[in-house]
């Protein structure tokens, strides 16, 4: 018999990407023991164009004029983040200059349904615009999980496809969900990972983590290979099968702005530094826990809202290609295609769509 939270991750599965992976993992635990070894090199797929991913969430989760694709249901926030000296000696960026920052925060939850209940086993989202010296913009962009469903675009969007509901029963097809984790091995590992864990208790105890590998690039021009993740100072919690079934359809938002009234919410930004060897362009391998890491700045959200038009965070697309002096890249397919997907998105939304 399946537990509560099992039962309530099919029940939503065509709400998030999360959910879909989860449900090809119940369905296809064969091929979790016998799916092929993981590597650096993304999976061999075919090309995907952006419009064809936005067409894919659309088709999953329907359209909404007006709202993002991805991570709908969201709340605005506002704060400061202040870097520290031990970072300088890895990058250049002002990010880490010593000085506060503004930063314009929104949390959020993976899928396009803005009708997702708080407590569905959805992604997390932080999504953070650093507003720096000189109109210079650093975006981060983070979901809580250290890795990504796909090493590639065409892979991410074919679980986008297996995820489209029936008609007939309003869930996702068991046996095209079974096919797709058979096809595609390089979601196994976020799959695996999702069986161990449940649904952070709120914005505010959740950790988040950058997926993707990024470079450093020190004063001298040097790069090094960098992953990071945000540490909540209220630790991380997750919920229990009990609590999630009680728990009301919203409440993330509500406990948010309440927590930041009492006083601010605050994490730790750790960066771990990549080896010879470590994965960079494969989003669905991690990094061993062992890695040198240090306490690169510290993030404080000061207040939270409500997502609406006029607030700041709306308008913002968080494309985590925008990014200051000191921080770049990798050539991981999933981080170079975000930005054409996100913008649009983004179009549609602003006109409308």
Not at 28 to 43: E, R, T, V, W
Not at 86 to 94: E, K
Not at 246 to 256: M, Q, V
Request: net charge neutral.
């Amino acid at each position: 018999m399946k537990s509560p939270s099992l039962a309530r991750g099919n029940r939503f599965a065509l709400l998030t990407l999360g959910l879909a992976a989860s449900s090809a993992s119940l369905l296809a635990s064969g091929a979790l023991a016998s799916g092929a070894p993981a590597s650096d090199a993304p999976a061999v797929a075919p090309q995907v164009t952006a419009p064809q991913m936005i067409d894919a969430f659309e088709g999953t989760f329907g359209v909404h004029p007006g709202q993002r694709r991805n991570h709908i249901k969201g709340t605005c926030a506002a704060g400061d983040f202040v870097g520290t000296a031990d970072t300088a000696a890895f990058s250049r960026s002002p990010l880490f200059s010593g000085k506060s920052i503004p930063v314009i925060a929104r949390f959020s939850l993976g899928g396009g349904s803005p009708d997702v209940p708080d407590a569905a086993p959805a992604p997390r989202g932080m999504a953070l615009e650093f507003h720096l010296d000189g109109g210079a913009k650093q975006h981060i962009t983070m979901i809580n999980a250290p890795i990504f469903a796909a090493s590639s675009p065409a892979s991410f969007r074919d679980l986008l496809v297996a995820a489209k509901p029936d008609p007939k029963t309003g869930q996702p097809d068991p046996e095209k969900l079974k096919a797709f984790a058979a096809t595609h091995p390089d979601s196994l590992a976020l799959t695996e990972l999702s069986s161990h864990h449940t649904p952070t208790a709120n914005y505010f105890q959740t950790t988040y983590f950058s997926v993707h590998t990024f470079k450093f690039i020190d004063a001298k021009g040097s790069e090094h290979l960098v992953r990071w993740r945000f540490v909540p100072r209220d630790g991380t919690k997750e919920m229990t099968a009990a609590e999630m079934k009680a728990a009301p359809h919203d409440f993330l938002e509500k406990n948010l702005i309440e927590r930041t009234h009492k006083a601010p919410a605050v994490w730790d930004m750790i960066v771990y530094v990549g080896e010879p060897g470590d994965p960079q362009d494969n989003p669905t391998l991690a990094w061993p826990e062992t890695r040198k890491h240090f306490t690169a700045g510290t993030l404080t959200i000061t207040q939270a809202t409500p997502q609406q038009k006029g607030v700041a965070c709306e308008p913002i697309n968080f494309d985590p290609l925008v990014m200051a002096d000191g921080i770049a890249p990798t050539n991981d397919p999933i981080l170079r295609f975000r930005s054409p997907a996100y913008a649009v998105s983004f179009v549609k939304r602003l006109s409308g769509q």
